[in-house]
T-cell receptor, first 116, second 113 residues
Framework: AQKVTQAQTEISVVEKEDVTLDCVYETRDTTYYLFWYKQPPSGELVFLIR??????QNEISGRYSWNFQKSTSSFNFTITASQVVDSAVYFCALSRLNNAGNMLTFGGGTRLMVKP | EPEVTQTPSHQVTQMGQEVILRCVPI?????FYWYRQILGQKVEFLVSFYNNEISEKSEIFDDQFSVERPDGSNFTLKIRSTKLEDSAMYFC???????????FGPGTRLLVL
């Protein structure tokens, strides 16, 4: 069975601070995908980033960066120079690679509040 | 940019009534999904659908639930006899062939009274 744990339920920062959201996962699969989704107060789920299990290169995309470490089963997400519009619930998710359609297993979410 | 759309945005129903939630996936996508999110909780997988049949379903997706692709564009979730605990936000998602990312619709907030 797959499991995703986001230990931080709420984080509060002041605008322009950097913030890192933690994600730890469990899976028996050797090949899988990891995702971060954002859920703003309006409620929709917005795809942010995806990482394949066979590619541990960490990347930066604008103010977003991620740190994937297979050895510790972690997929942490960092927002640099946070803005008030970043306030949302962030979900880490895991999918396995199979023919059945790649269902997503979500973590419990981290509510990020960015104060001006 | 193509988007997944869902209707209605909100639905209020009485316990025991049938509801149908509608989704229009992104047009060239072939994999379709329903998820639900009880208020304040995590997003939970319900069912995946490919090639006109269910490919995977969770324990939540019991006999009260069914899915259908009645035409070339819509994807529906039916709850036959709603219960209070079915109150949640229901998200539809779709995915293209050979791609990994699921794109979500804005959700339908269902309230069962």
């Amino acid at each position: 069975a797959q499991k995703v744990t986001q230990a931080q339920t709420e984080i509060s920062v002041v605008e322009k601070e950097d913030v890192t959201l933690d994600c730890v996962y469990e899976t028996r699969d050797t090949t899988y995908y990891l995702f971060w989704y954002k859920q703003p107060p309006s409620g929709e789920l917005v795809f942010l980033i995806r990482r394949n299990s066979f590619d541990e290169q960490n990347e930066i995309s604008g103010r977003y960066s991620w740190n994937f470490q297979k050895s510790t089963s972690s997929f942490n997400f960092t927002i640099t120079a946070s803005q008030v519009v970043d306030s949302a619930v962030y979900f880490c998710a895991l999918s396995r690679l199979n023919n059945a359609g790649n269902m997503l297993t979500f973590g419990g979410g981290t509510r990020l509040m960015v104060k001006p | 940019e193509p988007e997944v759309t869902q209707t209605p945005s909100h639905q209020v129903t009485q316990m025991g009534q049938e509801v149908i939630l509608r989704c229009v996936p992104i047009s060239n996508h072939l994999y379709f999904y329903w998820y639900r999110q009880i208020l304040g909780q995590k997003v939970e997988f319900l069912v995946s659908f490919y090639n006109n049949e269910i490919s995977e379903k969770s324990e939540i997706f019991d006999d009260q639930f069914s899915v259908e692709r009645p035409d070339g564009s819509n994807f529906t979730l039916k709850i036959r006899s709603t219960k209070l605990e079915d109150s949640a936000m229901y998200f539809c998602a779709s995915k293209a062939q050979l791609q990994e990312t699921q794109y979500f619709g804005p959700g339908t907030r269902l309230l069962v009274l």
